[in-house]
């Protein structure tokens, strides 16, 4: 290797690495920040390692009133919203491949435009009433079964397979349902892959329907759960110290303050796609450069 070619690449490298450290510090700062103690963090001394390292913060968000109904309300979303939401987009991305299907065109465009307009918070929250959603498990399912980015991708993918695929399965008696399921889909799974992690990282982050349409306790979501107890930090870092109602006491004498609280909150409300994002990036890549090119 020239040197000079080997000095291209250490200076890419420090780069990157550069730029690297600036995405992932600021996570891990706000993990450190609240395992480690008040104290320390309130001086500035905490700055790459956690001093005085605890779990205190941690057991009292997770021994919040409500929190574990929350979180399974949160993970049930997710979970059902994104499966409905593949499985009609995926039907959808389909039927609009097929040049039998009578104003295919006029569909795909009516789908895709709504990327680019919609009706508006009021409207949104006038039809969601009137189709009695409001206070049920439905209103956070059913208004996003379909998903334009995820019917762009997917349709493109699709028609970058090859027809011999489908000519065959057909000759063999196949019909178009069992042609989708059985082969299209199947060979589609990078894409469909990428747009279920968009999509489930949309779910479990969504709260504003919540917010307005919800007021059963039981069907409360983590996020604004969450959200709330963050504008009450301070009375939360209060209520944490002495034990009263909403916290549990915490035997230990390591102090909580209310930055304490909002990065562990914050910790507690990214830490589950933190752990499902890596296991998934190389099909978000690889289905992002397969679903956008037409080849």
């Known amino acids: 290797m020239k040197k000079r070619d080997y000095t291209f690449q250490m200076i890419n490298a420090t780069i990157f690495l550069f730029f690297a450290f600036l995405c992932i510090y600021p996570f891990y700062y706000i993990f450190i920040a609240s395992v480690s103690d008040a104290q320390a963090v309130a001086m500035g001394k905490v700055l790459y390692f956690p ?122 008696g196949a019909g178009y349902f069992t042609i989708l399921w059985r082969i299209t889909a199947p060979v589609c799974l990078p894409v469909i892959a990428a747009v279920a992690v968009f999509n489930a990282v949309s779910q479990w982050n969504a709260w504003q329907d919540n917010f ?13 759960m969450l959200y709330n107890y963050l504008q009450q930090a301070e009375s939360l870092a209060r209520a944490a110290m002495q034990g009263n109602i909403n916290l549990e006491n915490v035997a230990s004498n390591k102090q909580l303050d209310s930055f304490s609280i909002k990065t562990t909150i914050t910790m507690v ?19 992002i450069m397969l679903g956008s090119v037409k080849g």
Request: aromatic share 14%; glycine share 6%; proline share 5%.
């Open 269 to 287: 409300t990214v830490f589950p796609i933190i752990l499902v994002y890596p296991f998934m990036q190389k099909f978000i890549v690889k289905g």
């Open 212 to 224: 307005f349409l919800v007021s059963n306790p039981n069907l409360q979501t983590l996020q604004l």
């Open 51 to 172: 001093i005085g390292f605890h779990l205190d913060n941690f057991k009292s968000v997770l021994k919040l009133d409500g929190i574990l109904m929350a979180f399974g309300i949160s993970t049930a979303r997710t979970i059902i919203g994104t499966a409905l939401m593949l499985f009609f987009s995926i039907m959808l991305a389909y039927v609009v491949t097929k040049n039998i299907l009578p104003g295919r065109k006029w569909i795909y465009r009516a789908t895709v435009i709504t990327l680019f307009f919609n009706a508006g918070l009021i409207p949104w929250f006038v039809i969601m009433k009137t189709l009695s959603l409001n206070n049920t498990f439905w209103l956070y399912v059913l208004p996003g079964m379909i998903s334009p980015f995820a019917v762009i991708l997917i349709k493109t993918y699709m028609e970058s397979i090859s027809t011999a695929l489908e000519e065959s399965a057909l000759v063999d």
